[in-house]
Every structure is written in structure tokens, then in C-alpha cells.
């Protein structure tokens, strides 16, 4: 008896691991086959068409594609304006990210503050302009901007919102409003998460509010600031919508004024290799940023 109920015992986990096994494949294969179907599968057909280019047989002879190593990348890096809308992107995540998360941290600290009244209604205020779709957004701001629509016409007479000096800044302008709410609730909730015990044992050491958030909060949500940050990286290198809505508005946002516009406007041509090769390029360099200001992240918050 005590031998086959020893083995009775030893057989029940690994039946039990079968089963698990089998809800784990369950669950998990919906997304899998999703996950290779729309994201897997147009990345490696994306790769493909990059490889290859575009011959005929004379001038007016059928177009075949052929095998052509990394030819479509070396027309991407000779191509000055792709490289000018990297670096245009660039400028606008060194000024616009700061600005934006700075925003998002002062914000999610006056809602956790005890001493702000009418929370939920500052709460509602900050994030009702993600709830915006971005394209309405650019529209709205675009009309603020111009000098024939705009309700403040002395002030958008006098100064060119609109103009090449200013257009990306107003464009920043717009991406900030509309996210600023969004990065603001991941940061709250981080702080919501902080134990109250916490507070209260500064509060004990005679800490007020503005020392508790400098030197408490802050410290214990860098996770969440370094989140929204990689997200901001990300968008950045992405932005599509607003400065093509902004091209009806100014003539100084081109067909190639992101990288994602100047990919957009090569496939159009159609010069779809080209365009595949593009965005292979931008996907490489959004991994590398965000990759590389994730791991120094880490190895500051390490040393700290």
C-alpha cells in the first residue's frame, strides 16, 4: 500500500505539469499566431523587399526583381533628406521629451500631493487631451496657429507659428498637449503605489512635502519615468500624423519633413524597396536609442 500510494503521489504533479502545459499552449498560441502574423511576418517581408531592386530590360521593358545585397541601403544614407528628417527628429526629442516628461512628473506630484484640492477634476483636465485623436488636435492647433483662422490673429500675425523657424516647435507644441496626460497617469500610478508608511516616517523626521517628492518620490518612480521616456523615444522617431495635417497649414512642413513622412512619400512614388530599406533603417535606430537609454538607466539606478 504505502509503495503504491508513493506512486500515486509522484505521478499527480506530473499530470498536473501536463495539464499546465497544455492551458500555457492554450492560452498562448492565440497570440503567437497574431504576433507572427502582423508583426513577425511583415518585419521579415520588410527585410526581403530591401534586398532586393527593381531591373528592366530596357526602357520600356516589364519590371523583375532581383537580388540586390544592400544597394537600397546605400541610397538611404546618400538620401539628405531621410538623414535631414533623422536629425530634424532628433533636435525635437532633445527639446519636446524633457519638456513633455517634466510636465508629466509636475502634474502626477500635485495630484499625489495632500495639499491640491478638486483632484479629480485636475485629474480629468490633464488627461481629457489624450482622449483627442491626434489628427483633431493638429487640426485645432493648426487653426490657432494660422494668421487668417487663428482667434489671437494679433498675436499669430506678429509672430510666424507657421513659418520654417517655428513650425516644428508648434508641431512639439501640439504632441506635448495631447501627451503629456498619458505619461502624467503612468507616472501616478507608480505613485499610488508607493506604501504610505513611507510618508509617514518622513513626515516623523520633520520632511515637508516639497523634501518628501524630491527625495522620496521621485527616487522610487525613476522605473516608470524611465518607461515614459523610452515611449517618448519611440514616438518621436514615429511621428506621422501631426506634421502631415500641419502640411496644410504651412508649406514649410515637406513631403520628407520625419522619417516616417519621407518613407510614406517614397513608397507613393512608387519606389516600394526603397521605402522597405527606409524603415528597416528607422526601426534600427528606434531599437538602438531606446535600447541604449534603457541599459543607462539601469546602470545609474545600479551605481545608485
Known amino acids: 500500500m504505502t509503495a503504491t500510494t508513493t506512486a500515486a503521489r509522484v505521478k499527480k504533479p506530473a499530470r498536473k505539469r501536463a495539464q499546465h502545459k497544455r492551458a500555457i499552449a492554450f492560452f498562448v498560441t492565440p497570440f503567437a499566431v497574431l504576433f507572427s502574423l502582423f508583426y513577425l511576418l511583415p518585419i521579415g517581408y520588410?527585410?526581403?523587399?530591401?534586398?532586393?531592386?527593381?531591373?528592366?530590360?530596357?526602357?520600356?521593358?516589364?519590371?523583375?526583381?532581383?537580388?540586390g545585397g544592400l544597394s537600397q541601403y546605400a541610397q538611404v544614407f546618400q538620401d539628405n533628406d531621410f538623414v535631414s528628417s533623422l536629425g530634424r527628429m532628433f533636435l525635437f526629442g532633445i527639446v519636446q521629451v524633457p519638456i513633455m516628461?517634466?510636465?508629466?512628473?509636475?502634474?502626477?506630484?500635485?495630484?499625489?500631493?495632500?495639499?491640491?484640492?478638486?483632484?479629480?477634476?485636475?485629474?480629468?483636465?490633464?488627461?481629457?487631451?489624450?482622449?483627442?485623436?491626434g489628427v483633431i488636435a493638429a487640426i485645432m492647433?493648426?487653426?490657432?496657429?494660422?494668421?487668417?483662422?487663428?482667434?489671437?490673429?494679433?498675436?499669430?500675425?506678429?509672430?510666424?507659428?507657421?513659418?520654417?523657424?517655428?513650425v516644428l516647435w508648434s508641431i512639439a507644441n501640439v504632441v506635448t498637449w495631447v501627451f503629456v496626460g498619458y505619461n502624467m497617469l503612468i507616472i501616478y500610478s507608480s505613485l499610488l503605489s508607493i506604501p504610505v508608511e513611507t510618508y509617514e516616517a518622513a513626515r516623523m523626521d520633520g520632511a515637508g512635502q516639497f523634501r518628501i517628492a524630491w527625495s522620496i518620490k521621485i527616487p522610487l518612480i525613476r522605473p516608470a519615468i524611465a518607461l515614459t521616456a523610452v515611449f517618448s523615444i519611440i514616438g518621436t522617431l514615429q511621428l506621422l500624423a501631426e506634421p502631415q495635417v500641419f502640411q496644410s497649414f504651412s508649406s514649410a512642413v515637406t513631403s520628407t519633413f520625419t522619417p516616417n513622412m519621407a518613407v510614406y512619400a517614397t513608397a507613393s512614388i512608387p519606389n516600394?524597396?526603397?521605402?522597405?530599406?527606409?524603415?528597416?533603417?528607422?526601426?534600427?535606430?528606434?531599437?538602438?536609442?531606446?535600447?541604449s537609454f534603457l541599459k543607462f538607466t539601469q546602470r545609474k539606478e545600479a551605481r545608485s
Open 101 to 133: 516628461l517634466g510636465l508629466a512628473l509636475l502634474f502626477a506630484l500635485l495630484l499625489d500631493s495632500p495639499l491640491l484640492r478638486g483632484k479629480r477634476f485636475f485629474r480629468l483636465a490633464f488627461f481629457v487631451p489624450y482622449a483627442v485623436p
Open 141 to 166: 492647433w493648426g487653426n490657432l496657429f494660422s494668421p487668417n483662422l487663428s482667434p489671437f490673429s494679433d498675436l499669430t500675425s506678429s509672430v510666424d507659428f507657421l513659418g520654417a523657424d517655428l
Open 46 to 67: 520588410a527585410i526581403r523587399q530591401s534586398l532586393m531592386v527593381v531591373e528592366r530590360e530596357g526602357t520600356f521593358g516589364a519590371p523583375t526583381e532581383v537580388f
Open 272 to 291: 516600394s524597396n526603397l521605402a522597405a530599406a527606409m524603415s528597416v533603417v528607422l526601426a534600427l535606430v528606434t531599437f538602438v536609442l531606446s535600447f
